[in-house]
């Protein structure tokens, strides 16, 4: 009978460990947030100067008088460009997915916790009790 006494109060307490591991989440998350804002931040940044760049180069492709080699080494300024915003979005991409990865790991972590903790103290309970009942 306090074995089960015991069980039920431990049961009652998984409401708080529940808070814990979402107050825990909600961390994660809110970090994860301020993360990606910055990171946001940052990628405008570097597209907004890819831009400029593309505009001044394209720019100077449009002047009269340059050399065919003069016209090949802006173009090739122009593909790197291109091939730097693309590199730049994949890395984006992958630092996003990491993420996400991220905040789903602590939330499995969490529950993983809390169901183990109180799988615990239950079969804590459980021996002490069948101890008692000796």
Known sequence: MMATEVRLKLIEQFPAFKDLGKADIDAVKEAHKSTIAANENSQN?????????????????????????????LHDRLDQNVQRVGE?????????GAGMKLVATAGAAALELSVVYVGGKIAEASENGSEESQ
């Open 45 to 73: 940044h570097f597209y907004k100067a890819s831009q400029d760049q593309r505009d001044a180069v394209q720019a100077d492709l449009g002047r009269d008088g340059l050399s065919w080699a003069q016209r090949e080494a």
């Open 88 to 96: 730049k979005d994949s890395e984006n991409k992958q630092f996003l």
